[in-house]
Nanobody, 128 residues
């Protein structure tokens, strides 16, 4: 069992930055090292989409096209933490951002949105 808690959302203006943090805890006390971690987002009236996944074993870091060059994702297995640095925010980035985890051996890559664990989300609102 993995519990995920997001923080760092808020209301900002276009062009501003935010850093989202995902704190993970496991029932066994283990680290998140064996999990693929990711940030997803869901805007009003839209489907949930994968935003970014940090590198894990042979998997390279992934960013959805619309955030490339603006967002940076990182993970710290020892701290059980995943960070999403978001720069040059745009109104289109407005969404609830969710942290998610899946056993690494079962994640089939971008497009596989069926994760094992989800946080409750943190709202990011970008005004124009």
């Amino acid at each position: 069992q993995v519990q995920l808690v997001e923080s760092g959302g808020g209301l900002v203006q276009a062009g501003d930055s935010l850093r989202l943090s995902c704190a993970a805890s496991t029932a066994s006390g283990h680290t998140i090292a064996s999990y693929v971690m990711g940030w997803f987002r869901q805007a009003p009236g839209k489907e949930r989409e994968l935003v970014a996944v940090p590198a894990w074993k042979d998997l390279r870091t992934y960013y959805t096209e619309s955030v490339k060059g603006r967002f940076t994702i990182s993970r710290d297995n020892a701290k059980n933490q995943v960070l999403l640095q978001m720069n040059s925010l745009k109104p289109d980035d407005t969404a609830v951002y969710y942290c998610a985890a899946k056993s690494g051996s079962r994640w089939s890559g971008p497009g596989d949105n069926v994760m094992d664990y989800w946080g409750k989300g943190t709202l990011v609102t970008v005004s124009s």
